[in-house]
């Protein structure tokens, strides 16, 4: 029998790609080459699966060229370069690597928070630069994180795991928005108080951003929410660039507006805006929210056995994105069918 074949779109650890290499026909990347889009679309034809890792977007022009497919499992929990709606309508299976990362990303986001808050990065800077020459009163003072007021925008599973650190760890008042208010059980193990988005920008002395992106959030965070803050406030962006407008962004830090930030998603990553770049009270690390290595093995396995378990075995462990609009899907098609038949 041939065997099924797949294409994993960028380098991953060597014995997970052992472990697909037992189940399919395998075209990977250990170079870690960032293919162009047509020559990532020319390798994905007669591919059922492709293992991808956020970056690579998959669209209906995609599904189209490549009728072949049938599941895209993506390393990461986000998943906005997945056109899902697309994927459904393909009648393509659509994963993502919930779970396995939310303790290890709600570490670095209080990493971020400590580090903006605290001042670490410019510090260290001048430390290195050899410009430390006498103890001063106020050199590098910033802000409290114990006792302060933490506001949390998106409060899913990293959201609520960023609360309890603040809440059980530092003593924090932890207060949140969201979509949807949580239940009861989830705030009280939060510890965690409901406000509108104006009164978390108003309120919190530290923020921090953890929702998934799509195109209704772009810049949910923009000159008017920042003009709320606190001057003695910091902001915390773990989730996607494209939650806040970066340049009103750089142009408050300038203006030292806020205290500071802490960025670990940038829009166009891995370009940085230069506004950012060019100032001394942000901390930018290069989007390594889930970079633990348990983690990152973690995500990488989960991504390989949605790939072996729906086209191996024909089921995933849980749910997917979009199992269920695709279950619906192929559910309407055969009622369709068996109306025409
Ligand atoms: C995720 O899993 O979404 C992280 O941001 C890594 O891409």
Known sequence: MTQQSILVAR??????????GEHFEVESNQEDTIWPREEFIRRLQGKVGVFTTGGERIDA???????????????????NNFDVPAMTAAGVMATNAPDV???TTAD??????MATARRL??????LR?????????????GG?????????????RIGRAVARRGAHGFGMNVIYHNRSRLAPELEQEANARYVSKQDLFRQADHIVLVLPYSAENHHTVGATEIALMKPTSTIVNIGRGGLIDENALAAALAANKILGAGLDVFEGEPRVN???????????????????VPTRKAMANLAADNLIGYLVHGKLKRLSINSQALSNRLNDLSFSLSVKL
Not at 11 to 20: G, H, Q, T
Not at 131 to 141: A, E, G, H, I, P
């Open 11 to 20: 380098a991953v650890f060597p014995e997970v790609l052992a472990k697909l």
């Open 61 to 79: 022009a995609l599904l189209k060229a490549c009728p072949d497919l049938k599941i895209c499992a993506n390393m990461a929990v986000g998943y």
């Open 101 to 103: 990362l939310t303790e």
């Open 108 to 113: 670095m986001g209080f990493t971020l928070l």
């Open 121 to 126: 990065s410019e510090s260290e800077a001048y």
């Open 129 to 141: 630069a050899g410009q430390w020459n006498k103890w001063s009163y106020d050199m590098f003072c």
């Open 144 to 156: 409290d994180i114990h006792g302060s007021t933490l506001g949390i925008l998106g409060m899913g």
């Open 274 to 292: 230069p506004a950012l770049t060019a100032l001394k009270n942000v901390v930018l690390t290069p989007h390594i929210g889930s970079a633990s």
